[in-house]
């Protein structure tokens, strides 16, 4: 059984969601830091991995050459909420989900010239009464930011990025900012001395096409699983790139850059 790790996140649906377990290909479900655990461990053997623990161990493992999670501009579900400025900020939570959004954050602040004091924590906008700032990705910060809203934003340019006294930054969007790039959160990869089965990468391929051509669809599972309006999902799903594309890679290398890793640009031929 070839065993696909999968992260029960909103903005991965489009890829799996007509994907069909059987055949020979089985799914086993985590947060991205479980899901690359288990990469690394040879409990999964093709995964979406974080982008920042890829490059950590660029010498395990070798992504495909074509899957990403990625995003030009704002994302959405990688916020950061938090009352006082930007610049003011000393005391963070920190969510346990993601090491590359957490490593994402510490260099914004750092190229801001921020030092700030990091816990690792569980939970939600109540952290606000021990923290300065807490950081909340994937389906948490969406459901989080709609509770905040009072109404649903008609347009893009509408979009809020202060509700009721507290401030949300959006860190691609702050990414963007610095860089005119798009940033990469996560790639699927294999460990290096397993070449991912050719079946399996076209099957991948088949239902990602099928879930960006049937967008509407796969917002309305995820609305209903989430509790949001369906509008408010079909405009954060449109936003992502799903191909690792060229502008991808040169933003996913500029990153290892800017944290100081290499960025070995060596993908399966598949």
């Known amino acids: 059984m070839y065993i696909l790790g999968v992260p029960r996140y909103a903005n991965t649906a489009p890829l799996y969601h007509f994907l ?9 479900y985590g947060v991205p830091t479980e899901l690359n655990r288990w990469l ?3 409990t999964v053997d093709l995964s ?8 950590e161990h660029a010498h395990q493992l070798r992504p495909l050459p074509d899957f ?3 995003d030009l501009g704002p994302v959405y579900s990688v916020n950061l909420f938090h009352r006082i400025p930007w610049k003011d900020l000393k005391r963070i939570a920190l969510t346990i989900e993601s090491a590359t959004s957490v490593r994402l954050l510490q260099y914004l602040l750092e ?35 709609y509770g905040l809203l009072s109404v649903i934003p008609e347009s893009v340019h509408q979009v809020p990025n202060q509700i009721e006294g507290i401030r949300i930054t959006d860190l691609s969007m702050k990414w963007f900012e ?62 992502f790139r799903y191909h690792l594309e060229a502008p991808d890679r040169l933003g996913l290398q500029t990153f290892a850059q800017a944290v100081g890793l290499p960025y070995p640009d060596d993908y399966w031929e598949v």
């Open 20 to 28: 069909e377990e059987g055949d020979g290909v089985a799914f086993r």
């Open 178 to 239: 610095r860089t005119r790039l798009p940033f990469v959160f996560g790639v699927w990869a294999t460990r290096n001395n397993a070449p991912p089965p050719p079946e399996v990468v076209r099957r991948l391929r088949a239902a990602r096409s099928l879930g960006l051509g049937n967008l509407a669809a796969v917002a309305g599972t995820e609305a209903q699983r989430l509790g949001v309006p369906e509008r408010l999902m079909q405009h954060y799903l449109w936003n």
């Open 68 to 70: 990403s999670v990625a």
């Open 111 to 145: 190229a801001d010239g921020i030092q700030a004091q990091y816990t690792p924590a569980q939970g939600g906008l109540e952290l606000l009464e021990q923290y300065d700032a807490v950081l909340l990705i994937g389906d948490r910060a969406i459901t989080t930011y």
């Open 48 to 55: 979406l991995v974080s982008s920042y623990f890829y490059l």
């Open 40 to 42: 690394l461990e040879g």
